[in-house]
């Protein structure tokens, strides 16, 4: 079992940057045989893949995203950030943290979902 906290997201101006965290506790990612994915969800829409990293730190994005936003990991703080550049209203969602066996694309194939955090980006 893992339980994952995010934080960080907040209200942030149009090109701004936020960092979101997401902690495990339980179990520590190294030791997890899962990735460790971000996904978001606006209202009135599915949730969506962002990013994910694999245990040997391969990292996928989706196009939305991709030269935005990074994600790493600090394993001597079992810790996963996903740093936000150049901020677009349209990434104004709940983020989520999940792990999964491989880089899951759909929600369906996540394993653990943390609580989410919210990112709200104005205009």
């Known amino acids: 079992q893992v339980q994952l906290v995010e934080s960080g997201g907040g209200l942030v101006q149009a090109g701004g940057s936020l960092r979101l965290s997401c902690a495990a506790s339980?179990?520590?990612?190294?030791?997890?045989?899962?990735?460790v994915v971000w996904f978001r969800q606006a209202p009135g829409k599915e949730r969506e893949f962002v990013v994910g990293i694999t245990r040997s730190d391969y990292t996928y994005y989706a196009v939305s995203v991709k030269g935005r936003f990074t994600i790493s990991r600090d394993n001597a703080k079992n810790t996963v950030y996903l740093q936000m550049n150049s901020l677009k209203p349209e990434d104004t969602a709940m983020y989520y943290c999940a792990v999964s066996r491989s880089v899951a694309r759909t929600p369906g194939a996540v394993d653990y979902w943390g609580q989410g955090t919210q990112v709200t980006v104005s205009s």
């Open positions: 339980g179990r520590t990612f190294s030791a997890l045989a899962y990735a």
